[in-house]
């Protein structure tokens, strides 16, 4: 039986004085010269904002105190065959600003407490039980439902130590069996803090206006609701479940399988049901209303074997398949099936269904009406096709109703890897792949005209775009506009891409003598994708961020013994 006590002070404050300048910019204009002894003649032009000469000085101050304090009870003996644990942990934690300002999220302390306890039994090293709970409180929370209980129980079986494995024992050397229930809990929930309480402006609505005639006056503003208060905001809670089998082979192999499934209910949701009639306008209401079926597999080896005293490969490799489904969501009334959240993954992409470009006008005159551009449509832009309402029904326009689920989740449903390390003598060498299958990306962000942007024109933007000399209907981008056309900018298939991807993610050979190891590396060596224009692993709106960078490296690793 042991006992501890932990207390901790911490103090951290800052004060710091910022100063810059604006520069100067100029542009070299046409008629600048070189002369014949290398300099120049040149003929600027001040460009941008003007410049100063002289430093602003700014000040910037922050910082916070915590305090916490965190005790246990640990037990542990063995009987015999009968091996017993127990644990019980007590923590509080609280954070408070030194300069707070006067929002109440920042003057008001951040506070959390729990206690979790553990018991364990185990027999003969062959049936092994585990239960568990933790008892947390949350500020995010109001009063009556601020504290959640998790508990969970696990049980173990390792088969290769009962005695009827034995003649198995050469080739699995050791099999387990184990799985777990339990539940799990979230308060990081809404962004903000105490996101249960309403939110109201005092003076955000129109002036009231009060007498008539020449005595009429504004002198009276009313409050508005931003949010409405929920005292029934809760934790979002996880039903967990899981099965997995530990072995190895020929005492060189080792697999773990692991299966798992997690219903999480209370999800928090903004109400989206409420008709406008109801008369809330832009006022939100929050609440748990939403639920999430997760499940998948993970799978993971490692091998190793000497194959002569001076030769030996590791291997190792992970795969992981995990999906998702929404089970329940507050959705608007009457929203479409192909609009429903209902039934997909949580990161499911939704956009329109594009068949080709506009051939000419009199495609468009025969095709639905567009209401989602900023400019005319022309020939040359995508053309969408009308959905279905909920009562099978076209109403020959192109709306944001017209949107459908599309493609595979935008965080990907399968993530593997795999690499081998080589040892021969004196030499080293190792290399790592890593995947990702069944996810997709929607192209963004990248269209290159508009007021408001600054971007330069893609490659496949360039080569391969509708005008008056290349009426293709299928080319890679839509007619070009000086402004973006956000008929053409929207999410569609026509900007769908997999986003499925293969890297040889690190390289590297070393060579030792002695104390003394050389070697050289490489980071993101190759990657392998359908999808061409930037790294995949980037996302879909990232055609205009700086790239994945390629990375070599040579060292020299030094040992003192």
């Given at each position: 039986?042991?006992?501890?006590?932990?207390?901790?002070?911490?103090?951290?404050?800052?004060?710091?004085?910022?100063?810059?300048?604006?520069?100067?910019?100029?542009?070299?204009?046409?008629?600048?010269?070189?002369?014949?002894?290398?300099?120049?003649?040149?003929?600027?032009?001040?460009?941008?904002?003007?410049?100063?000469?002289?430093?602003?000085?700014?000040?910037?101050?922050?910082?916070?105190?915590?305090?916490?304090?965190?005790?246990?009870?640990?037990?542990?003996?063995?009987?015999?065959?009968?091996?017993?644990?127990?644990?019980?942990?007590?923590?509080?934690?609280?954070?408070?600003?030194?300069?707070?300002?006067?929002?109440?999220?920042?003057?008001?302390?951040?506070?959390?407490?729990?206690?979790a306890g553990r018991?364990?039994?185990?027999?003969?090293?062959?049936?092994?039980?585990?239960?568990?709970?933790?008892?947390?409180?949350?500020?995010?929370?109001?009063?009556?439902?601020?504290?959640?209980?998790?508990?969970?129980?696990?049980?173990?079986?390792?088969?290769?130590?009962?005695?009827?494995?034995?003649?198995?024992?050469?080739?699995?050397?050791?099999?387990?069996?184990?799985?777990?229930?339990?539940?799990?809990?979230?308060?990081?929930?809404?962004?903000?803090?105490?996101?249960?309480?309403?939110?109201?402006?005092?003076?955000?609505?129109?002036?009231?206006?009060?007498?008539?005639?020449?005595?009429?006056?504004?002198?009276?503003?009313?409050?508005?609701?931003?949010?409405?208060?929920?005292?029934?905001?809760?934790?979002?809670?996880?039903?967990?479940?899981?099965?997995?089998?530990?072995?190895?082979?020929?005492?060189?192999?080792?697999?773990?399988?692991?299966?798992?499934?997690?219903?999480?209910?209370?999800?928090?949701?903004?109400?989206?049901?409420?008709?406008?009639?109801?008369?809330?306008?832009?006022?939100?209401?929050?609440?748990?209303?939403?639920?999430?079926k997760n499940y998948?597999?993970?799978?993971?080896?490692?091998?190793?074997?000497?194959?002569?005293?001076?030769?030996?490969?590791?291997?190792?490799?992970?795969?992981?398949?995990?999906?998702?489904?929404?089970?329940?969501?507050?959705?608007?009334?009457?929203?479409?099936?192909?609009?429903?959240?209902?039934?997909?993954?949580?990161?499911?992409?939704?956009?329109?269904?594009?068949?080709?470009?506009?051939?000419?006008?009199?495609?468009?005159?025969?095709?639905?009406?567009?209401?989602?551009?900023?400019?005319?449509?022309?020939?040359?832009?995508?053309?969408?096709?009308?959905?279905?309402?909920?009562?099978?029904?076209?109403?020959?326009?192109?709306?944001?109703?017209?949107?459908?689920?599309?493609?595979?989740?935008?965080?990907?449903?399968?993530?593997?890897?795999?690499?081998?390390?080589?040892?021969?003598?004196?030499?080293?060498?190792?290399?790592?792949?890593?995947?990702?299958?069944?996810?997709?990306?929607?192209?963004?962000?990248?269209?290159?005209?508009?007021?408001?942007?600054?971007?330069?024109?893609?490659?496949?933007?360039?080569?391969?775009?509708?005008?008056?000399?290349?009426?293709?209907?299928?080319?890679?981008?839509?007619?070009?506009?000086?402004?973006?056309?956000?008929?053409?900018?929207?999410?569609?298939?026509?900007?769908?891409?997999?986003?499925?991807?293969?890297?040889?993610?690190?390289?590297?050979?070393?060579?030792?003598?002695r104390n003394v190891?050389?070697?050289?590396?490489?980071?993101?060596?190759?990657?392998?994708?359908?999808?061409?224009?930037?790294?995949?692993?980037?996302?879909?709106?990232?055609?205009?961020?700086?790239?994945?960078?390629?990375?070599?490296?040579?060292?020299?690793?030094?040992?003192?013994?």
């Amino acid at each position: 039986l042991s006992a501890n006590l932990t207390a901790s002070f911490y103090n951290y404050t800052y004060s710091a004085t910022y100063r810059t300048a604006t520069p100067y910019y100029f542009k070299v204009e046409d008629g600048s010269s070189l002369n014949p002894d290398g300099t120049a003649n040149l003929i600027t032009n001040s460009i941008g904002d003007t410049g100063t000469t002289y430093l602003t000085s700014t000040d910037g101050n922050g910082g916070h105190r915590r305090y916490a304090l965190q005790a246990s009870l640990n037990y542990a003996r063995k009987f015999g065959k009968h091996d017993v644990g127990a644990m019980f942990v007590y923590r509080m934690n609280e954070k408070k600003n030194n300069i707070a300002g006067t929002s109440e999220e920042n003057l008001l302390p951040y506070r959390e407490q729990g206690m979790a306890g553990r018991v364990t039994y185990g027999f003969d090293n062959r049936y092994l039980f585990e239960a568990s709970f933790g008892y947390n409180g949350s500020e995010n929370f109001a009063k009556g439902h601020r504290y959640g209980f998790f508990p969970s129980v696990a049980l173990g079986w390792n088969v290769s130590s009962e005695k009827f494995w034995a003649p198995v024992k050469p080739v699995i050397s050791r099999l387990k069996l184990r799985g777990s229930y339990g539940l799990v809990g979230n308060d990081q929930i809404g962004g903000t803090r105490f996101i249960y309480l309403a939110d109201v402006n005092l003076e955000a609505s129109p002036w009231f206006t009060t007498g008539y005639g020449t005595g009429q006056t504004q002198s009276l503003r009313g409050p508005t609701y931003n949010r409405f208060q929920n005292n029934d905001i809760t934790w979002e809670i996880g039903r967990k479940v899981n099965a997995g089998v530990e072995m190895e082979l020929f005492g060189s192999l080792s697999l773990t399988m692991e299966a798992f499934r997690e219903i999480r209910s209370n999800i928090f949701q903004q109400k989206l049901s409420i008709p406008n009639y109801l008369g809330t306008a832009n006022t939100v209401i929050y609440g748990n209303l939403a639920k999430v079926k997760n499940y998948g597999f993970d799978i993971s080896a490692e091998f190793g074997k000497s194959f002569s005293k001076d030769f030996y490969v590791q291997f190792l490799g992970t795969f992981t398949y995990a999906r998702n489904k929404v089970l329940e969501y507050d959705e608007a009334p009457g929203t479409r099936p192909a609009n429903s959240r209902i039934g997909h993954p949580v990161n499911t992409i939704y956009g329109f269904i594009s068949d080709g470009l506009y051939i000419d006008q009199a495609d468009l005159d025969r095709s639905p009406e567009s209401t989602l551009g900023n400019i005319a449509i022309a020939p040359g832009d995508i053309k969408y096709i009308d959905q279905p309402d909920k009562n099978g029904k076209l109403d020959g326009k192109i709306t944001t109703d017209d949107v459908v689920a599309m493609g595979y989740p935008t965080v990907p449903e399968i993530v593997y890897g795999f690499g081998p390390t080589m040892t021969y003598r004196n030499v080293d060498f190792s290399f790592f792949l890593q995947g990702a299958a069944r996810t997709s990306l929607m192209m963004s962000g990248f269209h290159p005209f508009g007021a408001q942007y600054n971007r330069n024109v893609l490659q496949f933007v360039a080569d391969d775009h509708w005008s008056p000399t290349n009426q293709n209907i299928r080319a890679a981008y839509p007619r070009l506009t000086k402004y973006e056309n956000n008929h053409n900018s929207r999410a569609s298939d026509f900007w769908l891409r997999d986003a499925s991807f293969i890297k040889l993610k690190n390289v590297e050979v070393g060579w030792k003598i002695r104390n003394v190891r050389i070697y050289a590396n490489a980071i993101n060596v190759l990657t392998f994708s359908r999808f061409k224009h930037w790294d995949p692993e980037m996302g879909g709106g990232a055609g205009m961020q700086y790239p994945t960078q390629r990375t070599f490296n040579l060292g020299l690793q030094v040992t003192f013994k």
